[in-house]
C-alpha cells in the first residue's frame, strides 16, 4: 500500500512538471490569454487569512474569470504545516496556498518550482521587489510574492515631544541619546516606563527579526546557498561588522550596569507596553498598524524607519513576504497556472494588499503610495526589506534566544553565543 502511494505521488508530480514547463514557456499561455487557455473547472487555495477578508476578493477574481472557479480554504497559522501534510498523504491538497517567507524553506519539496528557463531570473526581478528574492533558488521560483510586511519603528509622538526630542532616531548609535530622557524608574530603580524594548528575548515581539535586521544590516548573511545545498553564514564575519559585537549592542539594553539600559524581563510584552504608553518606541512589523491602533484608539503615535548603521552604503530591514506557490500534487495543474498568474500580476494583488494593510511586492504598486500617514514609511520600507530561508521558524527561536540568553546570563561571550548559534544553525540545515 505504502509503495503504491508513493508511485501514484510520483506520478502526480511527473505530470505537475510537464504542466508546468508548457504553462511557463508559452506552449499554454498565461495572462490576458487565460480563459482562451482552458482554464476550467475548481481550483483549491488554502490560507491564513481570514475567510471573511479574502471572501469579497475571491468574489471579485472569479467575477472576471467566469471559465473556472477559485475557492478558498482558511488555515489556521499554528496547523498549517500538518493540515497540509495530512491533506497530501489523503490525496485532497490544495492547487495553491499563500506561503509565508520563513516556510518558503521547508516547503521547499511541496511546491512546483517555476524554472528559470520558463520565467527568466531578469524579469523576476524587473517586477519584484528585493524581499520577494527570498522565493529564489538556484533550480527556480518557489511563489509569485504578493505582499511585503516591513519590520519598521512605531513611536510615541506624545513621549518625544514632552521630552524635547523633535525626530525619532536614523541610525543605530543615536539611540543612546533618547534612553536617560525616554526611560524612567521609580525610587527603588524599578523601570516604569522604557524607550526601547531591546536587549531580552522572551517579552520581545520579533525579538528574533530585530536580530536578523542587525546581522544582515552588516552586510552578513544568515544562511548562503551554495552548489544546491544551504548553509549557515552567522559566524562568517563577510560584513563590515563582527557579529558578536552586534549581539553585545543589542543585549546592553537589558545590562542594569550599561548606559543604554532600558529594558528588562519583568516588563510586559512590548507591543503592551507600548500601546500602554509605557514605551517610546515599538519595534512592530507594517501589518501591526491596525491592531495597535485598536488597543489605544487615543494614543498618539506615527511610524519612521529602522535605524540603520550610519555610514553604511545600502538600507535594510527585514521583512515578511507571502507569496503565491502552485502545488506540485495539484490535481488541477493547468488553471492552477493560469490562476497563480493571473493573481500575481492582475487587480487581486491591489485588493489583497488593502485588505493587510501591507505593501506590494510588485514595484508598479509600490509606485502607488496610499496617502496616509503610515504607509509612505510602509512602502518606502518595503523596497530595502530582505528576508530570508527559515530553516524551522520554532528551532531558530530557540537558536537566537539562546544567543541572548546565555550573554546576559554571562553564560558566554557575545562572540561565543553567535559560534553556538552558527553551529545549531549549521546542523538544523542539514536535518
Do not use: C
Amino acid at each position: 500500500m505504502k509503495g503504491n502511494f508513493q508511485i501514484i505521488l510520483i506520478v502526480v508530480f511527473l505530470v505537475a512538471a510537464v504542466f508546468g514547463v508548457l504553462v511557463f514557456s508559452g506552449a499554454i499561455p498565461l495572462g490576458d490569454k487565460a480563459n482562451q487557455a482552458g482554464g476550467l473547472g475548481t481550483v483549491i487555495l488554502w490560507g491564513t487569512t481570514p475567510a471573511s477578508v479574502m471572501a469579497p476578493l475571491i468574489d471579485s477574481f472569479n467575477g472576471v474569470n467566469p471559465s473556472f472557479v477559485v475557492r478558498y480554504v482558511q488555515k489556521f497559522s499554528d496547523t498549517f504545516d500538518k493540515d497540509l501534510l495530512k491533506a497530501l498523504a489523503a490525496g485532497a491538497g490544495p492547487d495553491l496556498f499563500f506561503i509565508p517567507s520563513d516556510l518558503a524553506f521547508s516547503y521547499n519539496d511541496k511546491i512546483f518550482t517555476i524554472p528559470y528557463t520558463s520565467f527568466p531570473l531578469t524579469s523576476f526581478k524587473n517586477n519584484f521587489a528585493g524581499a520577494g528574492e527570498v522565493f529564489l533558488t538556484q533550480k527556480g521560483i518557489l511563489a509569485l510574492p504578493l505582499t511585503i510586511d516591513p519590520l519598521v519603528m512605531y513611536y510615541s509622538r506624545s513621549m518625544l515631544d514632552s521630552n524635547g526630542f523633535v525626530y525619532p532616531p536614523k541610525y543605530w548609535d543615536e539611540l543612546v541619546d533618547f534612553v536617560p530622557k525616554l526611560t524612567q524608574k521609580d525610587d527603588s530603580g524599578k523601570i516604569i516606563k522604557s524607550a526601547f524594548a531591546l536587549g531580552q528575548f522572551a517579552n520581545i515581539l520579533h525579538a528574533k527579526d530585530i536580530l536578523a535586521t542587525l546581522f544582515m544590516q552588516t552586510g552578513n548573511p544568515i544562511i548562503i546557498a551554495q552548489d544546491g545545498s544551504f548553509y549557515s553564514a552567522l559566524n562568517n564575519s563577510t560584513g563590515k561588522y563582527n557579529l558578536g559585537s552586534v549581539l553585545q549592542f543589542y543585549t546592553n539594553f537589558a545590562d542594569s550596569l550599561k548606559d543604554v539600559y532600558s529594558w528588562n524581563r519583568s516588563l510586559p510584552n512590548s507591543q503592551d507596553a507600548f500601546s500602554a504608553e509605557n514605551l517610546a518606541f515599538y519595534f512592530g512589523f507594517a501589518s501591526e498598524l491596525k491592531s495597535l491602533v485598536d488597543k489605544n484608539p487615543n494614543q498618539n503615535f506615527l511610524v519612521a524607519p529602522i535605524p540603520q548603521i550610519k555610514n553604511a552604503n545600502f538600507k535594510l530591514t527585514s521583512a515578511r513576504v507571502i507569496g503565491l506557490a502552485i502545488s506540485s500534487f495539484s490535481k488541477n495543474f493547468n488553471t492552477a497556472f493560469l490562476a497563480a498568474n493571473l493573481m500575481a500580476t492582475g487587480d487581486f494583488t491591489s485588493q489583497f494588499i488593502k485588505a493587510l494593510n501591507v505593501a506590494p511586492a510588485r514595484l508598479n504598486l509600490l509606485k502607488e503610495v496610499p496617502a496616509n500617514v503610515f504607509s509612505p514609511t510602509f512602502y518606502t520600507s518595503a523596497l530595502y526589506a530582505r528576508s530570508w530561508l527559515d530553516p524551522s521558524p520554532t528551532d531558530t527561536d530557540q537558536i537566537f534566544r539562546g544567543m541572548v540568553e546565555k550573554v546576559l546570563s554571562n553564560e558566554i561571550s557575545a562572540n561565543g553565543a553567535v559560534g553556538d548559534a552558527d553551529s545549531k544553525l549549521r546542523l538544523l540545515l542539514v536535518k
